[in-house]
T-cell receptor, first 116, second 111 residues
Framework: GAVVSQHPSWVICKSGTSVKIECRSL??????MFWYRQFPKQSLMLMAT?????????EQGVEKDKFLINHASLTLSTLTVTSAHPEDSSFYIC????????????FGPGTRLTVL | QQQVKQSPQSLIVQKGGISIINCAYE??????FPWYQQFPGKGPALLIA?????SEKKEGRFTISFNKSAKQFSLHIMDSQPGDSATYFC??????????FGTGTRLQVFP
């Protein structure tokens, strides 16, 4: 149980295009999902907290117009990187909080984004 | 005050040995302390977690020791195996808020 999936697992895009990453909780409902960014050999950096049916809360320094987050259902949150540039290349990971399991956050497998 | 300090940055252990990773925090409001294991190119996986009302929790070869007065907690991996080679992150949170992660420890277990 407590499985979180992400799609796609990796994506390569041209500079200036937009990319959408999906995060799904497969066997539980998640009213809260989180989006992280991770650079090589570094820790996870929280980008935003996504609550179902409401606007996401972004961490300081994260551009909300560049990283659009939508949490339309209890099992799906999406992150759209708009007008991507090479500096947006990174490993993006989502997590979902399972209230039935002591509020534990379960992480997705991550999405490797490369912007050319 | 929101930081979680983790050490060591890297750790090399021989197969069968004990791996110990330490974390320290400042915010006494933290009430949940999970450990995550991450393999290269994968998302973190929950390993074991503890709440401050317990001083120790053991699951298989993995044990968390928690010292509330010192505001420290540690992960012990007994009988370390090459398959345990990964990066380990401690974390802390309070009131079901966002996780505050440590900086990570890269563990290498040699046969």
């Amino acid at each position: 149980g407590a499985v979180v999936s992400q799609h796609p697992s990796w994506v390569i895009c041209k500079s200036g295009t937009s990319v959408k990453i999906e995060c799904r909780s497969l066997d539980f409902q998640a009213t809260t999902m989180f989006w992280y960014r991770q650079f090589p050999k570094q820790s996870l950096m929280l980008m935003a907290t996504s609550n179902e049916g409401s606007k996401a809360t972004y961490e300081q320094g994260v551009e909300k117009d560049k990283f659009l987050i939508n949490h339309a259902s209890l099992t799906l949150s999406t992150l759209t990187v708009t007008s991507a540039h090479p500096e947006d290349s990174s490993f993006y990971i989502c997590s979902a909080r399972d209230f039935d399991r002591e509020d534990t956050q379960y992480f997705g497998p991550g999405t490797r984004l490369t912007v050319l | 005050q929101q930081q979680v300090k983790q050490s060591p940055q890297s750790l090399i252990v021989q197969k069968g040995g004990i791996s110990i990773i330490n974390c320290a925090y400042e915010n006494t409001a933290f009430d949940y302390f999970p450990w995550y294991q991450q393999f290269p190119g994968k998302g973190p996986a929950l390993l074991i977690a503890i709440r401050p009302d317990v001083s120790e929790k053991k699951e298989g070869r993995f044990t968390i020791s928690f010292n509330k007065s010192a505001k420290q907690f540690s992960l012990h991996i007994m009988d370390s195996q090459p398959g345990d080679s990964a990066t380990y992150f401690c974390a802390a949170t309070y009131n079901t808020d966002k996780l505050i992660f440590g900086t990570g420890t890269r563990l290498q277990v040699f046969p």
